[in-house]
């Protein structure tokens, strides 16, 4: 949860910032509600939304299905980044009604996990771009890493991913505290005065940087090398092959039009910081608005990731439906109401095709292209 303190006698809500010297004093009543009415829904439809989605993958991958590449391994780690996610949301509800009433660790931490499983979410999507283009590009996809070698390579990968959220998450862990304000007290992140813009600016940029720009550049450049070998790929056939393009399109498009508003509202108030562009009250209360609204756009991926990322892949969605009619026939022994044969599900298709073009990816990968 993006928590900037700043020097106003009058307080503001929670996002807001220090938007200049002359004009440090600006009513944020306005904000305040607007938060208090928006945010609280937003962020039920996203815990909803995401626990159902998130949650089934954890549970399917857990149960049935093994991990059998790197990108299994992402998809995993994503569905669980993204529920510890999730789970802070209520409490930035509270918050955005009620004023924070947990206490100063509970800040700290809620602050830290947000901050950290935001980051991770977003560099585990460029890896899974990485590892299917490195699946196609070697032909590899079909081959199950299974050693222990292979293991231990994707144990390091999702060790070094996490470790870089984390770091990004440090400052909300250090900085964040409780300060009283006009309608309660609140949970942000406050720093020495003498350090203040500085700091603030140079974290809103590498935010951008990491979160946004370099898994964007990965993904973008990664799946048009595939999106470029799929075209090319003789013996796929001409509709298989365009599916898959599409799905790699869906991708980077869901990716950048959640993304990227949030993240030019965030440059923008770094250049604010730096440079002091704000002079208006008004001017600053929209763009206090700007970062609510933008930021929970950029949350709605947490609960497309397992649509895009699991659900549409043929693998996932073969276990899913087994499961389905595992449960279905059980369902039908007990009630004894069904006299017809169960109806079979094929789930084979997908190697049906694969054997035709010769790619190799078998039900290996969730994330089948």
Known sequence: MENYDYDDEDSSYNDSYEYSD???????????????VFLPVIYTLALVVGLAGNALVVAVYASRLRLRTLTDVCILNLAISDLMLLFTLPFWAADAVHGWRLGVVAC??????????????????????????????????GRTGTGTRVR????????????????????ELIFCIMKQSHHGM??????????????????ELMEVTLRFLL?????????????????????????????ALRV?????????????PYNVVKLIRAMDIMYGLVTDCGVSRGLDRAVQVTESL???????NPLLYAFIGSS???????????????LGRHLRHVSEEPVEIPLNTCTQTQSQSGSGEQATSNFTI
């Open 22 to 36: 002359e004009h440090s004093v600006c009513g944020k009543e306005a904000v305040r509600f607007f938060g208090s």
């Open 108 to 141: 700290k931490l809620t602050s830290f996990l947000y901050s950290t499983n935001f980051s991770c979410g977003m560099l585990l999507l460029a890896c899974i771009s990485v590892d299917r283009y490195r699946a196609v590009t070697h032909n590899s996809a």
């Open 152 to 171: 231990i390579q994707w144990i390091l990968v999702c060790v070094l991913l996490w470790s870089v959220a984390s770091f990004l998450g440090l400052p």
């Open 186 to 203: 609140v949970c942000r992140a406050s720093y020495p005065a003498s350090m203040a813009r500085p700091v603030k600016a140079a974290l």
């Open 215 to 243: 898994p964007f550049l990965v993904m973008t450049v990664c799946y048009c090398l595939v999106g470029r070998i799929l075209s090319r790929a003789a013996g796929v056939r001409r509709a298989r092959r365009w599916r």
């Open 248 to 260: 790699l399109l869906a991708v980077v498009a869901v990716f950048l039009l959640t993304q990227l």
């Open 298 to 304: 950029a949350l709605v991926h947490t609960c497309i």
């Open 316 to 330: 996932f969605r073969g276990h899913v439906l087994k499961a389905a009619k595992r449960l279905g026939q059980r």
